[in-house]
């Protein structure tokens, strides 16, 4: 048992008689030992946490007005190092404490309690165009947060650690019960909450990267929701190629109805929250196929599909076939951003806003650089307006946010690897670091407001609007 | 936190059970659950309105355990995480033995290095039959002050029950110990001075016939040692302690006299001059187990003390709620004396507390 260390403690040996207190690191380094010394101390609280969740990180037994060093380090599922720092003066008592003192270098500025996890980013000896998604979610991040004596880099600590502290940062509360699900031709994984239920349910779609994504889902579950994750590329227990979307409107009509028909869900209480070309899914399934769903959460998505459609019922060719919409910056990094204008979208494949009925909150990064989400949230509100249901619409917009707004307290990527095949392609999400951290944590806070107020609460605007409620005895 | 401490066995359990943590490397699980309108009974035949599963835990995440068998010891180091150096803790629990390790794993996780001692039922006496000598102790000490990654500086001892015999005295007549503070808990200074552990034991058994038995026949252990003796030669020479002691007692403690006991230590060391030295714990309604905070509360157990075969039922004492939150009250100030004393300070540790 015991997380992984990066680097590990140093191993101290004497020296001679003459400076026996002194002691000699293993690189080479000499550090003095004086038993008299007082020793340090970081405490972070709480230790075991979920990730949406703030921590208070303090220094104690510091001498006073004097730079002192906090570092993040941990390791992702693939085994990169990310880390973050931060340079403070300690107070006149000797403590520093992250929640109230402000950071004068480093990852961050400023007072963030919260800066050296949203402010982590890949150790220089990292591979490139990383960003950070735990593919595991049954286990924690480990984090080790070191205290350095001296306004250093985290390459420096080996020699100027004074006290450490590990924390674990968690997707999934304990009592969670994470499913693989693989049936009516679903791929997907559903969490459940712990207790009896039953619980209101999201269906959880994310964007073209494919795969089955798995940690907002989790946490949502923490939050008590019922939440499935849903594939619909790139997986391999999907029909066809990996690079086509090959379901159709009745695959997403049976993973809403396998997760209302759950005897653990509240059928009336199943939202659909989606991400980038989730977005336009979530809004297809709202206006076009059978299922009702209770609200919809969009986050930077188009309102189109940005995909040709080979069939009717919504399959795709290729994301990469059209690139004309696509930019490039002098890096030769690609921009997605155009291919969800409004304008360039086909008309056929543009969703009816107009027949929305249930409430739809949507949320714009303005530095988003992957989708047109200023102008999608515009068109959305005018539709909306124009059909005379303003009052179902909600957008929060960020300025500085970018593409990826996800859960709180994670680092943002302004750009990662998108592919390799054909050709290596790195691609821009956008987001500058504090604007983008704020947003996650305002925006998640807001998407579980509202739904509570759509998914747990009375249903309030179905009743204004006449249409009968049925019964769920969905508590708490 | 009165869910966690007023937890109880369940109708039907084996009776007179005390929950206690072995297993420190994983936590314990509690699944909360709310149910419609006041009910006191009946909560397993029904389905719950909603629940939720809390992990509790006595090691946090990066403290590291670490068996340790040299020296003929029977311990387990816990260190906490970084890279130290760490003040260190010799931890000593009662006269049921074993190797009891949760309160080390959590002084670990609060940042002291804590080794949890076996002194009763340690592999040599097992094998031997004989009991530890008083170097069993000393060299415990050694292991934490030529630890790399301890100050050999700044050791104490947190002793309770019979462990607090063994503290004090070795506070005050080991010439190996240089113990910074010294911590006993529910425990007296009355014993054979510089005893060994086999001593103080046949002291106890010498008075066995003062023990009493309450109306459920549960065993009250506390009369062995009354009166307090006024013979020097059978009390610890706390007038010659020369570092900080914090004493806590529970008065309603049935199984040790340990609130006369600590009238009797504050007496002495007022007489010697060295009562600055003393702070005091005392809690009403407090029974003998005090223990760290947020567990179960038990008044009476089950008890084989080592030197006996029998297995009775011991009354510790106590009343739920006052006991639960001296527990409470007491860790913390544990904690601000530990780190006043181990941390703090660059001369010597504080002495009193009359701010706790």
């Not at chain 1, 249409?467 to 508590?475: G, H, M």
């Not at chain 2, 109708?11 to 929950?19: E, F, I, N, Q, V």
């Not at chain 2, 419609?36 to 009946?42: A, S, V």
């Not at chain 2, 552990?197 to 016939?209: G, L, Y």
């Given at each position: ?12 040996s004497t ?36 990730i949406?969740?703030?921590i208070?990180i303090k220094?104690?037994?510091l ?51 919260m800066?050296?996890f ?9 591979r490139?165009?990383?960003?950070l998604r735990?593919k ?5 991040y ?5 205290l ?23 997707y ?25 239920g ?6 959880d779609l994310?964007?073209m ?12 579950a923490?939050?008590?929701?019922a ?11 999907l029909?066809g190629?990996l ?5 159709g ?36 399934i709202?206006?076009?196929t059978?299922v009702k ?9 188009p309102?189109g599909s ?16 059209d690139?004309?919409y ?6 030769g990094?690609?921009?997605?951003k155009?291919?969800?204008l409004?304008?360039n ?10 027949h ?14 992957s ?6 949230a ?9 059909a005379?249901?303003s ?9 500085g ?7 709180p307290?994670?680092?943002?990527s ?14 821009l ?15 998640w ?5 509202f739904?509570?107020?759509?998914l ?21 | ?8 066995p369940v ?9 206690r ?5 994983t ?6 659950s709310?149910y ?7 909560f397993?035949?029904?389905v ?14 990066g ?6 068998t ?13 890279p130290?150096?760490?003040p260190?803790l010799?931890?000593?629990?009662g006269?049921?033995?074993k190797l ?7 002084l670990a ?36 002050e ?5 100050l050999?500086s ?10 607090t ?7 005050v ?18 014993q054979p001075?510089?005893?060994s ?13 003062k023990?009493r038995?309450n109306?459920e ?15 020097p ?5 706390v007038?010659?302690?020369q570092?900080?002691?914090l ?17 009797d230590?504050?007496e002495m ?40 075969r029998?297995k ?13 939150r ?6 913390r ?5 530990l ?18």
């Open positions: 048992m015991g997380p992984k260390i990066p680097g590990g403690a140093p191993e101290p020296l001679d008689g003459n400076c026996n207190n002194a002691v000699l690191l293993n690189h080479g380094g000499v550090r003095w030992k004086n038993s008299f010394r007082q020793s340090p101390v970081l405490t972070a609280a709480p230790v075991r946490a979920l949406d969740e703030q208070s220094g104690s037994f001498p006073p007005e004097c730079p002192v060093t906090v570092c993040a380090q941990m390791h992702s599922d693939d085994g990169d190092l990310w880390e973050a720092f931060a340079h403070y003066n300690t107070n006149a008592d000797g403590t520093v404490n992250l929640t109230k003192d402000h950071s004068v270098g480093g990852s961050y500025l400023g007072c963030e309690p800066g050296l949203w402010g982590l980013q890949p150790a220089p000896c990292a490139e165009g990383l960003r735990k595991n979610v049954e286990t924690p480990v984090m080790l947060l070191s350095l004596e001296g306004h250093v880099s985290p390459s420096e600590r080996q020699s100027t650690e004074l006290a450490a502290v590990i924390t674990e940062r968690w999934m509360a304990p009592g969670v019960r994470r499913t693989e699900i693989r049936q009516d031709g679903v791929v997907g994984t559903l969490f459940l909450p712990p207790g009896p039953p619980f209101p349910a999201m269906l994310w964007g990267g494919g795969g089955l994504v798995e940690y907002r889902s989790a946490l949502l923490s939050r008590g929701y939440s499935l994750s849903l594939a619909y590329i790139g997986h391999k227990d029909p190629s690079t086509h979307i090959n379901v409107d009745s695959y997403f009509e049976s993973a809403f109805h396998l997760l209302q028909d759950h005897r653990q869900v509240c059928a009336d209480r199943v939202g659909i929250i989606g991400l980038s070309f989730g977005v336009y899914l979530t809004l297809r709202a206006t076009k059978v769903p209770a609200c919809l959460i969009c986050v930077n998505g309102v940005t995909v040709k459609f080979s069939d009717p019922d919504g399959r795709t060719e290729q994301f990469e076939s690139q004309k696509w930019t490039y910056n002098d890096q990094h690609v921009s997605f155009d291919v969800s409004p304008a979208l086909s008309a056929e494949s543009k969703v009816k806003i107009e929305l009925t249930c409430p739809l909150m949507y949320i714009v990064g303005e530095d988003d650089l989708a047109s989400s200023i102008e999608s515009n068109l959305i509100e005018e539709t909306l307006k124009a005379g249901k009052q179902l619409f909600t957008c929060l917009s960020y300025p946010a970018g593409h990826l707004i996800e859960p307290y994670t680092p943002n302004r750009a990662s690897l998108w592919s390799v095949k054909p050709q290596k392609l790195v691609t999400w956008g987001g500058h670091p504090a604007p983008h951290a704020a947003a996650q944590e305002d925006a806070k807001k998407i579980l407001d739904m509570e107020r759509n747990r609460r009375e249903l309030l605007i179905k009743k204004n609007a006449g249409l009968k409620v049925p019964l769920c005895s969905c508590t708490i | 936190m009165g869910l966690l401490w007023s937890l109880r109708p039907g359990s084996k009776p007179w059970l005390r929950m943590k072995m297993n420190v490397q936590p314990m699980e509690v699944t909360i709310v419609p309108g006041y009910q006191t009974e009946g397993l035949d029904q719950p309105l909603a629940g939720v599963v809390v992990e509790r835990w006595y090691m946090a995440p403290v590291r355990r670490i068996p340790v040299e020296a003929g010891l029977t311990a387990t180091l816990f260190l906490p995480p970084g130290g150096p760490f260190g010799l931890d000593l629990w006269g049921g033995g009891v390790e949760y309160r080390s794993a959590l996780s609060h940042g002291f290095a804590s080794l949890a001692l076996d002194y009763l039922t340690a592999k040599v006496t097992i094998e031997t039959g004989k009991m530890v000598d008083n170097q069993y102790f000393e060299r415990a000490y050694k292991v934490l030529q630890h790399p990654q301890i050999s700044r050791i104490a001892i947190i002793g309770l029950s019979l462990g015999s063994i503290t004090l005295k070795m506070a007549y080991s010439q190996v110990a240089k113990l910074r503070c010294v911590v006993c808990i529910s425990g007296s200074h009355v001075v510089d005893g552990v086999e001593q103080i034991m046949s002291f106890f058994n010498k008075n066995a016939e023990t038995f109306n026949n549960h065993m009250i252990c506390r009369d062995l040692l009354l009166p307090i003796p006024t013979d030669s059978l009390k610890v020479d007038g010659q302690l570092c900080p002691l004493l806590v007692v529970g008065e309603d403690d049935q199984n040790w006299p340990t609130h006369e006991s600590a009238m230590i504050k060391m007022e007489r010697a001059g060295n009562s600055h030295l003393l702070t005091l714990l005392s809690y009403p309604d407090t029974g003998h187990l005090i223990e760290p905070p947020f567990t179960p509360f038990a008044k009476a157990s089950s008890f084989r003390a080592v030197s006996s029998q009775l039922v011991a009354l510790w004492g106590g009343e739920t709620a006052a006991h639960s001296a527990q409470e009250d007491a860790w100030k544990t904690l601000v004396f780190r006043a004393n181990l941390y703090g300070g660059v001369n010597t540790g504080i002495a009193s507390f009359s701010n706790l």
